[in-house]
């Protein structure tokens, strides 16, 4: 069996899923938020999340086009001034779909519609090589009829950026209040009065 067709695990702590629920899942679809981790300890852990919640400012895209775009200057925003200070960066995308849609939308080869184009071409930016990310995970969140909220996990490598379904474990590792979901509304210089550690 070929190396690259195991089935990756993605771990996301139980505060951003829980956060995730919260903002994504009690939305319309198309609404979405950036993953983060500490890439070097491990590519395949989640335990950042920033809701990309819509009309941020005035120019955040939702439903428009049919699929979900994010606003590049709040990512930005968010991967530049409060993760990559505390070592994070982004390490995914997640965002909802209509109907049963688990897949990743395909758009045109050159442009930035589409999600497998637009994952892409964020794992080919120069920053994502330079920050080493190198697999990018991609959940879409669907919904049942009786609302319940799913998570269908795709990871993409700059190598071979075809989706591949990962497994997704809820865990509970980090002994951080879930306070710490709530920094980037803060923007403070020191650390210790958003950060508040449970031991
Ligand atoms: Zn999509």
């Given amino acids: 069996m070929k190396k690259n067709s195991k089935c990756l695990t993605v771990t996301m702590e139980d505060y951003v899923y829980d956060s995730i629920k919260a903002t994504i899942g009690s939305r319309v679809p198309e609404s979405g938020g950036i993953l983060g981790g500490n890439l070097e300890d491990n590519p395949l852990h989640i335990n950042r ?99 319940d909220m799913n998570i269908t996990t795709w990871t993409l490598t700059r190598k071979n950026p075809f989706p591949r379904k990962a497994r997704l474990l809820i865990v509970h590792d980090e002994k951080v209040m879930p306070v710490a979901l709530y920094e980037e509304l803060f923007i403070i210089d020191n650390e210790s009065t958003y950060r508040i550690q449970s031991k």
């Fill in 49 to 147: 999340f920033h809701d990309l919640r819509p009309a941020f400012n005035g120019s955040h895209t939702g439903a428009s086009a049919g699929h979900f775009s994010p606003d590049h200057l709040e990512m930005n925003h968010v991967i530049d001034n409060i993760w990559t200070p505390l070592n994070y960066w982004i390490n995914g995308v997640i965002h909802s779909h209509p109907g049963s849609m688990s897949s990743l939308s395909q758009g045109m080869k050159g442009t930035n519609d589409g999600d497998v184009e637009y994952f892409t071409n964020l794992l080919n930016h120069e920053d994502s090589i330079k920050n080493g990310l190198n697999v990018l995970i991609a959940p879409i969140v669907t919904f049942s009829h009786a609302g």
